[in-house]
């Protein structure tokens, strides 16, 4: 066990929400292949939640639990990046996967330290990535793999496919008893169009939407209307970071009360 405590945010809460019929509890179904269930690690986000660690812009984080363990993104300075690694004591030889969302330096900066100590693993990358991107993860040894549809990359774990138009993204859902977990890179296809495209690909709610979603430019008003679309669309929970903005952030966190949750390098979310 770590000598830095970590904070757990275990998604076992007794919610009265007005989109839910009651109290319910969150399990991961038929995906609990470990005791703890699934857990969604921070290493590398804007934001600090545990001590010790240091925030920057970018993000990554780690998905343990399901029938692979898959790093998603991988933030923009590889040395940040360790030193969070080190500091959370993540063993990252665990890792079998790594999913990049897009191709921009804050999720893809690390990626190339992390090929280094882990060798042989599927990379999975937007297909209009350059062919020189390519190249260098299979010098490092490892495969990458262009996804440019809905693609299951492991049981129940399910890439959306490239999205967008002038920026080119893929976000990552997991399905659960409850409905999936939606992961977004930076949300630059707009993150409900994502969250449509994840009901769609896996014919069942976003239950919990969390990562960046790319509101900094947009008006309270704007925010205030994509919040809106979050609740007809059943997100029941939410979790915003990186490039979302404080302000979008800040209302958030109002409409969502206790249904939101803080992120920030070194929070855990575990659904059971």
């Not at 269930?37 to 812009?57: C, F, S």
């Not at 997991?174 to 014919?203: M, Q, Y």
Request: hydrophobic share 40%; glycine share 10%; net charge negative.
């Amino acid at each position: 066990m770590s000598q830095i405590k970590k904070i757990y945010f275990t998604v076992v809460l007794f919610l009265v929400f007005s989109l839910t019929a009651g109290p319910f509890l969150l399990k991961a179904g038929a995906l609990e292949p470990t005791e703890n269930g699934i857990e969604i690690e921070i290493l590398y986000d804007n934001y600090i939640y545990t001590d010790g660690t240091k925030a920057d812009w970018g993000f990554s984080c780690l998905i343990t639990g399901t029938e692979k363990t898959i790093l998603f993104d991988t933030g923009t300075n590889s040395r940040i990046l360790w030193h969070n690694i080190k500091e959370l004591e993540v063993d990252m030889d665990k890792v079998d996967t790594i999913v990049i969302s897009h191709n921009h330096g804050d999720h893809t900066g690390g990626l190339f330290s992390v090929l280094e100590r882990i060798e042989e693993v599927p990379v999975y990358i937007p297909s209009s990535f350059p062919d020189s991107f390519v190249r260098s993860i299979e010098e490092k040894g490892s495969r990458a793999v262009k996804v440019s549809g809905p693609l299951e990359i492991c049981e129940n774990v399910f890439l959306t496919g490239e999205m967008g138009t002038s920026i080119k993204e893929q976000s990552l859902a997991i399905r659960t008893e409850k409905g999936s977990v939606l992961i977004t890179g930076c949300a630059h296809p707009g993150i409900v169009n994502i969250i449509e495209k994840a009901d769609e690909i896996l014919d069942e709610k976003v239950y919990f939407a969390l990562g960046g979603f790319h509101l900094m430019s947009k008006t309270n008003n704007q925010v205030g209307q994509i919040i809106s679309r979050f609740h007809e669309l059943g997100v029941t929970m939410c979790g915003a970071t990186h490039c979302t903005g404080d302000k979008a952030i800040s209302l958030f966190k109002e409409a969502y009360g206790k249904n939101y949750v803080t992120m920030g390098v070194g929070r855990v979310i575990e659904i059971k």
